[in-house]
């Protein structure tokens, strides 16, 4: 038997109860709402003849982020923004195919990982810590459909030089299609999401390059190609170059960078940031 005596009504001459009232029924539509917005994702995945690959769409996300964020008015912070649409973003993506992340964080500390894992895919994502990037890098190559890798950002400093291994031909399938977290708050992204996903042009890219410079010419090579660059790490003769700009895998100026050189020259892909 429940003693417990019902809640007393509202006084209808309390300003702080109305204003309770008025958040309540804001958030019944805020709720409605929602639920409107998964069920027009809902009709794009019945809409879409099936495909294999993972449904991420990079480019898009950002520009959608970057146009909320412009738009939104005061007291709305950004960082709300982000963290709201982030966990839509999420649960649409989960009703096209589950995503699984392996985070690989090395020396670093794998909470950290865990931490923008979570906030960038929703909290309903499984996340599972495999040590060594290396290990996670393969673990997403191997399930190309259904898993991502983060791992810290390849040139960060204190985590172990641990990104030569991207010369590897078991990881080509793998593209840097983000840096995260999103919302930039430093000049460099924490970390690097890998998948075997196309990447995606949204405006104000950077593209990551791994270079072989046995030479020692990828300054002459960047300027003869046109390209805007600068060097990020290097582990002879291996060297990893963030490029100003979105660069395909089939650009020409990467031809012109690789007759250069005389050596070769990849992609590894590119990420943008709001």
Not at 110 to 137: C, N, S, W, Y
Not at 170 to 193: C, Y
Not at 236 to 249: I, M, N, T, Y
């Amino acid at each position: 038997m429940n003693d417990a005596a019902p809640p007393p009504p509202d006084d209808p001459n309390d300003p702080i109860g109305s204003v309770r009232r008025q958040i309540d029924d804001l958030d019944s539509q805020l709720l409605a709402l929602v639920t409107q917005r998964l069920q027009l994702a809902e009709k794009i995945v019945q809409a879409k003849a099936p495909q294999s690959g993972l449904p991420i769409r990079p480019g898009r996300e950002v520009a959608l982020l970057r146009r909320l964020v412009s738009e939104a008015q005061p007291p709305l912070e950004r960082e709300l923004v982000v963290e709201l649409w982030r966990a839509l973003i999420g649960a649409s993506l989960r009703r096209q195919r589950v995503i699984d992340v392996v985070v690989g964080g090395g020396r670093g500390d794998p909470t950290r990982l865990f931490d923008i894992a979570r906030r960038h895919f929703g909290a309903r994502t499984r996340i599972k810590d495999v040590g060594e990037p290396q290990m996670a890098l393969q673990k997403a190559a191997e399930n190309p459909d259904a898993l991502v890798a983060i791992t810290w950002w390849p040139s960060a400093p204190g985590v172990g030089a641990w990104w030569p291994a991207l010369s590897e031909r078991r990881f080509h399938s793998l593209n840097i299609i983000a840096g995260l977290p999103l919302l930039a708050t430093t000049d460099e992204p924490e970390a690097a999401l890998f998948a075997a996903s196309p990447i995606e042009q949204a405006g104000g890219d950077q593209t990551m390059l791994f270079v072989f410079d046995r030479h020692h010419r990828l300054q002459r090579a960047l300027k003869e190609a046109g390209l805007a660059g600068v060097e990020a790490a290097r582990a002879e003769p291996r060297a990893l170059v963030r490029v100003e700009g979105f660069v395909p895998a089939d650009d020409p100026r990467l031809a012109l960078m690789q007759r250069a050189l005389s050596d070769d020259v990849r992609v590894l892909g590119s990420y943008a940031r709001v």
